[in-house]
């Protein structure tokens, strides 16, 4: 474990216009106390630039890092990836744009794909998003019954080692989808899956010719498994699909309040404001989790329209005001579903606002909120933040005002996690640790740019 102690600290979480002394014991925050002012030059302490994780001195041999006024933000959570997806543009490709196309192209590759390039894909993506200062990842999982039981529970193998594997680095929880129309296929293989030790219960039931029966089916899986339900709801530009208020009514019905999440919410853009005013307030009655993507859902959504065309991204403002916890998440990187990301949530958490209009300066830290407090509600993490009593894990970042950060996306960032640094500026593949080194560079090499045979829908 790192000892170490901070001055000359901004915390935008607290208050950023104050200056704070922090301190690290045996992997655990001592001590969150203000300082009277900045303290240049403190005797004994290091900058920033200049020191190292081997370096050692200052009081009793535990040393102090000078931030000189530079941010410090708990470890960032991303609340809805799709690891196992992540790279696979290079043999799926989406000519159209549109999410049809992505789920029939995806679901037709999907027998295709060896448990270690599945696997690959997972490190290489959470390796990634631990690089730009996230520490705690919640992926959906691919579960294609539709072709066979092995393909589905590959995808559940291939997450479960990649998790163990990076465990002492970065947490994954895990999630896999019912298919849709799933009721039709091997449900014993979800089951299976759920008795292999993953995290949670997910699914797409807006998709499905019977939304409402899977979603009861669903909760009766999640009460027998004691485990939290993730849905993505209501993926469309349709006003009419409301699977987000059925999930609402089924949370309250079987006492599940607190442990059922609702992601994209993209309908909620196309209804007239008392349509989703109703449905908001359904959600936060059932004390629903939501996420929004607003990359991959302005990427997608609209398809189909002449103009004006919807964007989808859903009611980021009128959600908070809500009083419901909504993060904003990455998604998908580099897949038939979203050409782009890479896993960089101050990155989304931008393009949240341009998408949301929030651009005042309370609005850009509510979005911070959106990719640290909120999302770590999402995943129900029982000890998260900067406070004392709790396991550190942050992320410094080269800026030393919000505006700063959102306007330059700082690339220098120091990631602190599980009692050690496990990143510090320079080259992705300049880990603090030879194991990390040796994951990122094995799953790079099974997981590139370069263009395959693509299979096309």
């Known amino acids: 474990m790192t000892n170490i102690n901070f001055c000359n600290v901004r915390l935008p979480l607290y208050n950023e216009e104050k200056f704070y002394r922090l301190s690290i014991r045996d992997g655990e925050w001592t001590l969150i106390e203000q300082q009277e002012a900045h303290a240049a030059g403190l005797q004994g302490s290091t900058k920033l630039e200049a020191w190292t994780p081997e370096m050692h001195g200052g009081v009793d041999g535990v040393p102090t890092i000078d931030l000189e006024g530079r941010m410090m933000l708990p470890g960032l959570v991303d609340a809805h990836m799709h690891l196992d997806k992540s790279f696979s543009l290079t043999t799926v490709e989406n000519q159209s744009g549109t999410l049809e196309e992505a789920v029939r192209n995806y679901s037709q590759a999907a027998p295709t794909f060896s448990k270690e390039e599945i696997k690959a894909r997972i490190i290489r993506s959470a390796l990634q998003a631990l690089s730009f200062g996230t520490t705690h990842i919640r992926t959906h999982l691919d579960f294609n019954l539709k072709h066979s039981r092995d ?174 916890p909504i993060a904003v998440a990455s998604d998908n990187i580099h897949d038939p579903f979203h050409p782009f990301g890479r896993g960089d949530l101050l990155q989304i958490a931008l393009i949240g606002s341009y998408a949301a209009h929030m651009g005042r300066p309370a609005d850009l830290r509510t979005l911070l909120r959106m990719i640290t407090e909120a999302p770590a509600k999402v995943l129900g993490l029982p000890q998260y933040g900067i406070q004392e009593g709790v396991p550190a894990s942050f992320v410094i970042l080269d800026g030393t005002t919000v505006e700063e950060l959102f306007t330059l996306l700082p690339d220098r960032r120091w990631v602190y996690n599980q009692g050690r640094f496990v990143r510090t500026p320079g080259s992705k593949a300049e880990w603090r640790h030879e194991a990390l080194t040796h994951y990122w560079q094995a799953s790079a090499e099974q997981v590139s740019f370069t263009k395959k045979a693509a299979v096309k829908g």
Request: glycine share 6%; proline share 5%; with cysteine.
């Open 151 to 324: 393909v589905a529970i590959r995808t559940v193998e291939a997450a479960l080692e990649a998790k163990e594997a990076l465990a002492p680095y970065i947490s994954l929880q895990l999630f896999p989808m019912c298919p849709l129309n799933f009721r039709s296929l091997d449900t014993e293989a979800i089951h299976e899956a759920l008795r292999m030790g993953v995290d949670g219960i997910g699914g797409a039931p807006h998709l499905s010719e019977t939304p409402q029966a899977d979603i009861d089916w669903i909760f009766n899986l999640a009460e027998k498994y004691d485990v939290p339900i993730d849905l993505h709801c209501d993926e469309t530009d349709n006003p009419a699909m409301k699977t987000a208020l059925y999930v609402a009514q089924r949370t309250i019905q079987t006492g599940y309040q607190g442990r059922v999440a609702v992601d994209h919410l993209c309908a909620l853009a196309s209804m007239t404001d008392a349509e989703a005013s109703s449905v908001i307030e359904s959600m936060a009655e059932a004390k629903l989790k939501a996420v929004s993507l607003p990359a991959v859902n302005l990427y997608l959504q609209g398809r189909h329209d002449s103009f004006p065309v919807r964007r989808g991204v859903t009611r980021l403002k009128q959600i908070w005001e809500a009083g419901i």
